[in-house]
């Protein structure tokens, strides 16, 4: 079973629409959560943590489950430039991140 | 904002040669890192390092790869003799503390010939 799972997609929404990511993970002792974007050839960047209460950053929502090891993301009314490759990430112990393969969005006009 | 940043953005080697990329991370940054992605697949972890020494590295770091801080600002990722199969993006990344956010910087595409 794959550390951490991701739908590749792609999801293919129109401007506006609201989408969401989701991602499981495999191992229970994951102590911290995040979600990256990654555009085509260029570095993760950071979109947000992910707490067990969930978080809010604008149109970002994100969402974690851990009895059911489960993270999501939501993403309120789409824009052109949401189009990106969204990469689930969760740290085990230690520092190292482990992706998900990544879930590839496209918002259309 | 700071930002990591790395050079050069694209180095181009035969097979055998040893590489080594440079990364400057963030000032006040404890916490530094190597990842990888070859085209089409995931970023995979390959090392970290703290304290002038490596805390973590996984299977792809083999004896061909280290690590060093050679100043107070570089961190530098060599490898010893270049494989087809280490043809990837290698992003540096560093962070503030452990289990903290990690900022990457813009990557070095690495194209074993």
């Known amino acids: 079973r794959k550390e951490v799972e991701q739908d590749p997609g792609p999801f293919n929404v129109p401007e506006g629409a609201t989408v969401a990511f989701n991602c499981t993970y495999s191992?229970?002792?994951?102590?911290?959560f995040f979600w990256y974007r990654q555009d085509c050839r260029k570095e993760p960047k950071l979109l947000m943590s992910v707490y067990s209460s969930g978080n809010e950053d604008g149109r970002f929502t994100a969402q974690l489950n851990r009895a059911s090891q489960y993270i999501s993301l939501l993403i309120r009314d789409s824009k052109l430039s949401d189009s990106a490759t969204y990469l689930c990430v969760v740290i085990n112990a230690g520092n190292m991140l482990t992706f998900g393969g990544g879930t590839r969005l496209m918002v259309k006009p | 904002e700071p930002e990591v940043t790395q050079t050069p953005s694209h180095q181009v080697t035969q097979m055998g040669q040893e590489v080594i990329l440079r990364c400057v991370p963030i000032?006040?940054?404890?916490?530094f890192y190597w990842y990888r992605q070859i085209l089409g697949q995931k970023v995979e972890f390959l090392v970290s390092f703290y304290n002038n020494e490596i805390s973590e590295k996984s299977e792809i770091f083999d004896d061909q790869f280290s690590v060093e801080r050679p100043d107070g600002s570089n961190f530098t990722l060599k490898i010893r003799s270049t494989k087809l199969e280490d043809s990837a993006m290698y992003f540096c990344?560093?962070?503030?503390?452990?289990?903290?956010?990690?900022?990457f910087g813009p990557g070095t595409r690495l194209t074993v010939t």
């Open positions: 000032s006040n940054h404890l916490y």
């Open positions: 191992n229970s002792a994951s102590q911290s």
């Open positions: 990344a560093s962070s503030s503390g452990t289990q903290y956010e990690q900022y």
